[in-house]
């Protein structure tokens, strides 16, 4: 820590840089995000603009010009995207914007269906432009008008050694966490197309629940997200997941429409309902495929792989208590600049060294990790961030939000109404080195994690790990943690504050070949095959290991290896769920390897048909 007091100084002025640099000087100096949207804000924005836009595939991104031609017979484009989804071959895809949701809406009506294909013809914002005179003569559109595509290959992932070049030519820690955050954040195109995949969901079931809302949560929309994030998704059939408006409050209408009622119990009714759902998802819509149903787990999910967006979707209907902590990490995130960033390196830390794992098992969530960076950002002793309590007794009226099953979720959603001022002016990598220092500290056996507080609390069952869950606090969000996964929790904390005390005891970055060097983030970041393959060691044995759901082909297993036992499956359904399973982990495996994948890509070739 000496280090660190030596170097106040020099934090100082860091601090300052950059604060200008994030255009933030307000939350630097006060913890106000004054002017910037707010949550609700952001998220009917990215709504809007998702109503006004259409996605189509291409032959490649030279069709371009031709298409905005053609598309603009049926309004003013505001912009356009080009983007590629990559599996056996590279597919070509745009994003048009329109200026208004009409002007899309008359684009989509004008569109046919494929003759060619015998499926059910739905109306989509997921279009093919097909050749000029859909295969008969006719004329061919020549643009010279078009302006320039705002993104080409726009969701193409940083390369893993374009990004370790960046961080071993910048000129410090501070430098390295800002470029890790810059270069892996979710981007602008990436959060639109979340929102696209949500109003499909959302227009498909219109016509008998027009009020129905899919509405994106968790990392596509907290600011949290890394490119490549899966969409977390709550599917709701009232609208009731904002404020209300001051009609809704007035006097109720006298017509009452008639309704079926439920005859189980709300799980059961959810779980029923999202069956029927999964089956419409699956046999209707357009590039959705790999539909899973997980019905038993605590929230019932149904997952699925959108195969146009190259995007793994997690849909629920129940428990909005995730989307309104999605808002209250958005929040946290939006009142300083250096929660997201910190936290980002925070998040790839762990994956590199195999303490998360994108599948849900026994180890940390990324959103537990979170909560572990969150809270220590409340607790220092000159706090980063509020409590949540601060927030909660802050509310006023117009904050008051009650999931359907009694959850209070209200909390003040205007930061300025908080007497909140952080005084703190560490930089970066001194917050990094103090997360890792303070977890090597924490009485993980005895204590619990309390964000509502903001301070330790006495831990009131045995789990390894508790964090008092924000908004349900009788329950613990680290449930799931095991005491194995705990304890390497512990020791990585240990090993990471270790080797960045001694990067930052050494601060000047290495001279002359300092590219091939090792030095600062990169040094924690070391062990990146561990978040590829979890070491099976730390674990007792599965009933059914990951690896034995591929056959030895396509784990690309030498002659050497031997072969993988057959499983014989019991049922044709769960043959198909664990088909749909290995689809989805090879798509996850993909994206954590990035495009220099070798898993074998999966699914299949023709991506115009409807599936
Ligand atoms: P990645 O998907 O790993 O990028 O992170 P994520 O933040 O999206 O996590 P995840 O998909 O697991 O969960 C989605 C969101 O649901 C989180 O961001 C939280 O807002 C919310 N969430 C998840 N688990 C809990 C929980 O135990 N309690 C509450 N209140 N919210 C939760
Ligand atoms: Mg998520």
Redesign the pocket.
Known sequence: MNSLVRRSAQQLSLWRTYCVKHNAPEAASSGRNAGRPNYEEFIGRHQRQAQCSIVVQVSSEKSYAELYNYCSSFGSIMGAHHYCVRQDETLHYILLEYATSDEAAAAIGAGVTNGELSGVPVRSPFLWFRAAGGGRRGPKLVANTAPALLSLDGTRQVDQGHLLGLLRGAADIEEQVQQLHEHTRLNELGIRMRFLAALQVQQAIAGMFPAAQAQP????V?G???MG??L?LILRFDSDMGAKSPLEAAVPSRLVYHTKENLSNGRSQTQRHMECFGDMLHLFLPGVCHVRRILQARVPIIKYHHEHLDLEV?LSMSNL??FY??EL?YMFGEMDPRVRPLTFTIRRWAQTCGLTN?SPGRWI???SL?CLVMFFLQQLRQPILPTIAALAKAAESGDSRVTEDGINCTFTRNVDRLAFRSRNQSSLSELLLQFFEFYSQFDFHNRAISLNEGKPLSKPDHSAMYIV????QL?N?SKNVSLEECERLRIEVRNAAWVLESEVENASVPEGDGQELSWGLLNLFKHPEKAVIRPNMFFKPRMVEVSDLFEQKEAGATSSTPPTPAITYKSASMRQQVQSIKAATRSELKQLRGSGSSVPASSPKNRRSSR
């Open positions: 949560f968790g990392s596509s907290n949290f997200g890394r994030c899966d977390d997690d208590t995730g902590m999605s990490l994108p969530s990324n959103f979170t869950n924000p908004l349900e329950l969000v």
